[in-house]
């Protein structure tokens, strides 16, 4: 076995020293916000929260979690999200798997349409008129539909599906499977790093989304999560909130970003390890090649 020499040492040991300050200087905000969630108020306009709680207070989990319209809310954002992500996942796969054949007629005219829309949008007013003229408001197409496709996840997926080889799909023409057919027994089978990569792109993308939701959506039963939180922090900083006394409402402004922040990422950070391990592969092999 070959030592390595002085230099590659050397190389390590900075080398791992610099990526062990990046972890830290990623991961101190967040516990940061974790923290003066849980912290008081007296001490968060201090600025004596750093690491670790002081005055332990959990006065605006209680006045959230105690709202039923937050629950309500909650599920609408873990529903809006499953059924975007299961649209956008299909409509993706099936434009980039058309997308990755190199013989096929118009695939320059295809991909054009699509990088086309990376650069020129219709434009806010048009776009809401066009979803309420298709009658979408108030219903969780409004989100899903609009936002179906990333172009950026559309390219990358594409690519990934060119690297596949050939063979594999001309041998499955040969026994008799279906366009179809072979997407779904063949290449996506051999694609779940790509697919778990997506999944989490999209995902992440429509849960914290707010904007279309607070555009085309006019009950408070129907809004997600995002729109509740945002409300919340409006109330609170304005000195709206009727359900709180006053000091209910100071503790309630002092750290409602920050619960805020918590309650958003929380569902994704749970998620995200078990899909982390097809992440690096997932981009990395769907990379647009030079």
Same mark, same amino acid.
């Given at each position: 076995?070959?030592r390595p020499?002085r230099?590659?040492?050397?190389?390590?040991r900075?080398?791992?020293l610099?990526?062990?300050?990046?972890?830290?200087?990623?991961?101190y905000?967040?516990?940061?916000?974790?923290?003066r969630?849980?912290s008081?108020?007296r001490q968060?306009?201090?600025?004596?929260?750093?690491?670790?709680?002081?005055?332990f207070?959990?006065?605006?989990?209680?006045?959230?979690?105690?709202d039923s319209?937050?629950?309500?809310?909650?599920?609408?954002?873990?529903?809006?999200?499953?059924?975007?992500?299961?649209v956008?996942?299909v409509?993706?796969?099936?434009?980039a798997?058309?997308?990755?054949?190199?013989?096929l007629?118009?695939?320059?005219?295809?991909?054009? !349409?699509? !990088?086309?829309?990376?650069?020129?949008?219709g434009?806010?007013?048009?776009?809401?008129?066009?979803?309420?003229s298709?009658?979408?408001?108030?219903?969780?197409?409004?989100?899903?539909?609009?936002?179906?496709?990333? !172009?950026?996840?559309?390219?990358v997926?594409?690519?990934?599906?060119?690297?596949?080889?050939?063979?594999?799909?001309?041998a499955?023409?040969?026994?008799?499977?279906?366009?179809?057919?072979?997407?779904?027994?063949?290449?996506?089978?051999?694609?779940?790093?790509?697919?778990?990569?997506?999944?989490?792109?999209?995902?992440v993308s429509?849960?914290?989304?707010?904007f279309?939701?607070f555009?085309?959506?006019?009950?408070t039963d129907?809004?997600?999560?995002?729109?509740?939180?945002?409300?919340l922090i409006?109330?609170?900083?304005?000195?709206?909130?009727?359900?709180a006394?006053a000091?209910?409402?100071?503790q309630?402004?002092?750290?409602?970003?920050?619960v805020?922040? !918590?309650l958003?990422?929380?569902?994704?950070?749970?998620?995200?390890?078990?899909?982390?391990?097809y992440?690096?592969?997932?981009?990395?092999?769907?990379?647009?090649?030079?």
């Open positions: 076995m070959v020499s230099s590659h040492r050397v190389f390590q900075v080398n791992g610099i990526l062990t300050l990046v972890v830290l200087v990623t991961l905000p967040f516990v940061n916000i974790l923290a969630s849980f008081g108020e968060i306009r201090a600025g004596e929260v750093t690491l670790l709680p002081k005055g207070n959990l006065t605006t989990y209680e006045i959230v979690f105690q319209m937050f629950w309500r809310n909650y599920g609408n954002t873990v529903l809006y999200t499953v059924v975007a992500t299961a956008a996942m409509l993706t796969t099936c434009y798997y058309v997308l990755s054949k190199k013989n007629k118009g695939r320059g005219a295809l991909i054009g !349409v699509a !990088v086309f829309t990376m650069f020129f949008t434009g806010l007013i048009p776009n809401y008129i066009l979803v309420t298709l009658g979408l408001k108030n219903s969780v197409w409004a989100i899903a539909l609009p936002n179906a496709i990333s !172009v950026f996840n559309l390219l997926m594409k690519a990934f599906f060119e690297n596949l080889p050939t063979e594999l799909e001309e499955a023409q040969i026994d008799g499977l279906s366009t179809y057919g072979t997407l779904l027994r063949i290449v996506l089978p051999l694609s779940k790093a790509v697919v778990a990569t997506m999944v989490l792109f999209y995902s429509f849960w914290n989304s707010w279309s939701a555009l085309y959506m006019d009950r129907l809004m997600p999560v995002t729109v509740y939180l945002r409300n409006q109330g609170a900083t304005g000195g709206g909130n009727a359900g006394g000091e209910q409402l100071s309630v402004g002092a750290n409602i970003q920050s805020t922040i !918590v958003t990422a929380l569902p994704i950070l749970c998620v995200y390890p078990f899909v982390q391990r992440f690096v592969s997932g981009v990395m092999l769907g990379a647009v090649k030079g």
